[in-house]
């Protein structure tokens, strides 16, 4: 398992293969990771891994199954050693052991497996459609709690769960922030958001950032001036 200093993680959301290698360039020396998501991995399958240019791959497929399905989707992705790997904490205890147990088959060169808690896309209200209420921050302990507990190495949450988190499990635990804008830009779908220095200092270890860089006129330099507000 690597764990890569640089704390920014571009999210190279795109179904187009040349736009996704421009990208990649652009924000690479700028980035510890690059992340390929759903869009990407539909569109161009594995191969999308294959132009991350010697990036460590953070691949967001956020998986959530039964177990044996999901183990067996964790050792299928293992030959192409993305660096981190999505599962959802409301998976359940025996999935998420079930795909450490999985990841462990690929040994020191094991991806880093990350629980998504509640998505960042959720405020209190559309989480409370869901049947779940109480608000993010409950929910995102209780699934901490869970997931940790069946051998996650760390969780996906937004900024405002960070402090409570680390009040819970201290250092230990890799947390992992989207939902991150940069003063002045548009939150789109996001629910729980905020600036890149907030996350830092509420402890977060990686930000994950995407239109605010992909949508940017020039992603090098809203990647490069991210970077810096973090350093
Ligand atoms: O797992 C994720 O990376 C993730 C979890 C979450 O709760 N919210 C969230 O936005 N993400 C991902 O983080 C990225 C955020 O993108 P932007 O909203 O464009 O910055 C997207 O690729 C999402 O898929």
């Known amino acids: 398992m690597i764990r890569p200093p640089r704390r920014l993680i571009a999210a190279i959301d795109t179904a187009d293969p040349s736009r996704a290698r421009d990208l990649i360039r652009a924000v690479s020396p700028h980035c510890g990771l690059v992340k390929l998501g759903l869009e990407a991995f539909c569109a161009l399958g594995p191969a999308a891994l294959d132009d991350a240019e010697q990036k460590p791959v953070f691949l967001d497929l956020k998986l959530h199954d039964i177990p044996n399905t999901v183990a067996g989707a964790v050792r299928a992705l293992l030959p192409r050693q993305p660096a981190?790997?999505?599962?959802?904490?409301?998976?359940?205890?025996?999935?998420?052991e079930a795909a450490r147990n999985a990841a462990e088959t690929g040994g020191t060169a094991r991806p880093m497996l990350l629980a998504v808690t509640v998505l960042t896309s959720l405020s209190a209200e559309a989480l409370s459609e869901t049947g779940i209420a109480g608000g993010p921050r409950r929910q995102v302990l209780r699934l901490a709690h869970l997931a940790l507990g069946a051998g996650a190495d760390g969780l996906v949450c937004g900024v405002a769960e960070i402090a409570p988190l680390r009040d819970a499990f201290g250092a230990g635990p890799v947390l992992v922030v989207p939902?991150?804008?940069?003063?002045?830009?548009?939150a789109g779908d996001q629910a729980r958001v905020a600036t890149p220095e907030a996350a830092i200092a509420a402890g977060a270890d990686y930000l994950v950032v995407g239109?605010?860089?992909t949508g940017a006129a020039d992603p090098a330099s809203a990647a490069a001036a991210i970077a810096a507000a973090i350093t």
């Open 84 to 96: 981190m790997l999505t599962i959802h904490a409301s998976g359940g205890a025996a999935m998420i």
């Open 179 to 186: 939902g991150i804008r940069p003063l002045g830009s548009d």
């Open 211 to 213: 239109r605010p860089i």
